[in-house]
């Protein structure tokens, strides 16, 4: 059974910063990738970052370059999200999800996190 658990979601306000985990337990990730979703109510799930196994290699998607910033512990089968300089647009539920490789192709994560809410205010 693989679980993906998540935290630090939570209300902040605009140009605040708030910093995601996922934990993974189950079985031994630091040959997969992870990386982050996020779904906005009533919009398409978008692609935030990702990270290969040994971390040298991150995908950001456009909109969260610059201001977010994903790492990762292999010995703790952690990932970290830090969101910085939030925008009312980044409200979303944020997914953490674990692959093959690093790509923004949703397609490409076999594992998903059930999700915590990151609420902006403006």
């Known amino acids: 059974q693989v679980t993906l658990v998540e935290s630090g979601g939570g209300l902040v306000q605009a140009g605040g910063s708030l910093r995601l985990s996922c934990a993974a337990s189950?079985?031994?990730?630091?040959?997969?990738?992870m990386g982050w979703f996020r779904q906005a109510p009533g919009k398409e799930r978008e692609f935030v970052t990702a990270i290969s196994w040994s971390g040298t290699s991150r995908t950001y998607g456009d909109s969260v370059k610059v201001r977010f910033t994903i790492s990762r512990d292999n010995a703790k089968n952690t990932v970290y999200l830090q969101m910085n300089s939030l925008k009312h647009e980044d409200t979303a539920v944020y997914y953490c999800?674990?692959?093959?490789?690093?790509?923004?192709?949703?397609?490409?994560?076999?594992?998903w996190g059930q999700g915590t809410q990151v609420t902006v205010s403006s």
């Open positions: 189950g079985r031994t990730f630091s040959t997969y990738a």
């Open positions: 999800v674990v692959g093959r490789d690093n790509s923004a192709y949703a397609a490409n994560y076999d594992y």
